[in-house]
């Protein structure tokens, strides 16, 4: 099974939350990780294959106490035991002039 790590805006937005289902629905033979709050575990608690890492957990807590840098490392694991990771949300190339050439130089399509 592929494993995916998603970022994505996590404020419970409509259309990034929509956009998140939509990805973990068309792929259902895929494990995805998402990075975010408690408030949000709620909101994707029927997605069986979208496995949330709540940020707010006593486990984050607690490593954030001994010292920061272990919650950054810890989330560092969790990217690299996953096959890729997707960036979502709709804003992302909002201030790049010239996308076509953009999405030409990194290999995307129109």
Same mark, same amino acid.
């Given at each position: 099974? &592929?494993?995916?790590?998603?970022?994505?805006? *996590?404020?419970?937005?409509?259309?990034?939350?929509?956009?998140?289902?939509?990805?973990?629905? %068309?792929?259902?033979?895929?494990?995805?990780?998402?990075?975010? *709050? !408690? =408030? !949000? +575990? &709620?909101?994707?608690? =029927?997605?069986?294959?979208?496995?949330?890492?709540?940020?707010? /957990?006593?486990?984050? &807590?607690?490593?954030? +106490?001994? %010292?920061? $840098?272990?919650?950054? %490392?810890?989330?560092?694991?969790?990217?690299?035991?996953? *096959?890729?990771?997707?960036?979502?949300?709709? $804003?992302?190339?909002?201030?790049? $002039?010239?996308? =076509?050439?953009?999405?030409?130089?990194?290999?995307? /399509?129109?």
């Amino acid at each position: 099974m &592929k494993k995916i790590f998603l970022y994505a805006y *996590d404020h419970v937005n409509l259309g990034d939350d929509l956009f998140i289902e939509t990805i973990v629905n %068309r792929y259902p033979d895929t494990e995805f990780y998402f990075w975010t *709050d !408690n =408030e !949000n +575990k &709620k909101v994707f608690q =029927e997605q069986m294959n979208l496995k949330i890492i709540d940020q707010d /957990s006593r486990k984050i &807590k607690l490593l954030n +106490k001994i %010292r920061p $840098s272990l919650v950054a %490392r810890y989330k560092v694991g969790i990217t690299k035991k996953c *096959d890729a990771q997707v960036y979502i949300g709709g $804003s992302y190339f909002y201030g790049i $002039s010239n996308l =076509e050439k953009y999405c030409i130089m990194v290999g995307l /399509s129109k």
